[in-house]
């Protein structure tokens, strides 16, 4: 008999590679799916990282601070002492605002409390001064990682006398009670909502409305949550669609009536946690 002819170096190379791409024949198709589709908001922020707190404590204990959110009463408001203000580096011009952190104080046995944590809301900035260095008096300088709390949250985590403290915190869901709060102000065409209240991620990157005889218009961020709009939509019914930086959107129809006034607030549909 002749001998066997030999064989093809290529051909002896890709045997190998075509067996595994019949055994794997989805391996493609699993990290295109896993670069456009979202991972959960727990897994993504749950992470403890390091940063520095600080507290302030108001002139008078009827005080109400609104702070750079545009929240107005923080009491009314549902939020309470539970807040925050965040530094430069982590405001992201007023999009975090309604986000939820959880904090507890680390690396100092003296004035830490132990075993303690709080969970509190983004509701306010904390302004960077240039006037000092970010490690030398300008605490909510970039690149710092600052909060600044209300002395009630602060004392629940450690003694007042610790001031300037190490902290951990991570990003959490926020838990609501109630739905999305849509509070109307404005005048003639101009619209403005306050959006509050929100569950899950907790902050607003989209909000859109529909009036009962138009299509979903775009809302423009004003300030902090306070969304706006160039519109003629008085006796309409109006509807909200809002999405969360989790990329989660939620529609709530014919949430104000179309007798609403300004100065009217309305409850919509919430995220689900």
């Not at 093809?8 to 990290?31: G, R």
């Amino acid at each position: 008999m002749p001998p066997p002819l030999p064989q093809n170096p290529i051909h002896t190379l890709l045997k190998p590679l075509l067996l595994l791409l019949f055994i794997f024949p989805t391996a493609t198709t699993s990290l295109t799916s896993s670069t456009t589709t979202p991972p959960p908001l727990s897994t993504t922020l749950s992470q403890w990282q390091s940063a520095r707190a600080t507290y302030y404590a108001a002139s008078d204990p009827r005080d109400t601070v609104g702070g750079a959110c545009g929240y107005g009463d923080l009491v009314k408001a549902g939020y309470g002492m539970a807040t925050v203000g965040l530094s430069e580096s982590m405001f992201e011009r007023g999009q975090i605002c309604g986000a939820c952190f959880e904090l507890k104080c680390v690396d100092d046995l003296r004035w830490c409390i132990p075993g303690t944590s709080i969970i509190v809301s983004v509701t306010n900035f904390c302004a960077p001064n240039y006037g000092f260095t970010s490690d030398g008096g300008g605490k909510c300088n970039p690149p710092n990682k600052h909060f600044v709390l209300p002395i009630e949250a602060f004392e629940k985590i450690a003694i007042w006398k610790a001031a300037n403290m190490p902290v951990q915190y991570r990003r959490i869901k926020c838990r609501k009670e109630g739905g999305i709060r849509f509070n109307i102000s404005g005048s003639g065409i101009f619209l403005s909502v306050l959006i509050s209240n929100v569950a899950g991620a907790g902050d607003v990157t989209a909000v859109k409305i529909k009036g009962s005889r138009t299509g979903w218009l775009d809302m423009g961020r004003n300030w902090g949550q306070n969304w706006h709009v160039n519109a003629n939509l008085q006796n309409q019914a109006l509807s909200f669609e809002v999405t969360s930086s989790d990329r989660m959107t939620v529609i709530s129809y014919n949430v104000a009536p179309k007798d609403w006034r300004f100065g009217q607030a309305f409850e919509g549909k919430q995220f689900e946690t």
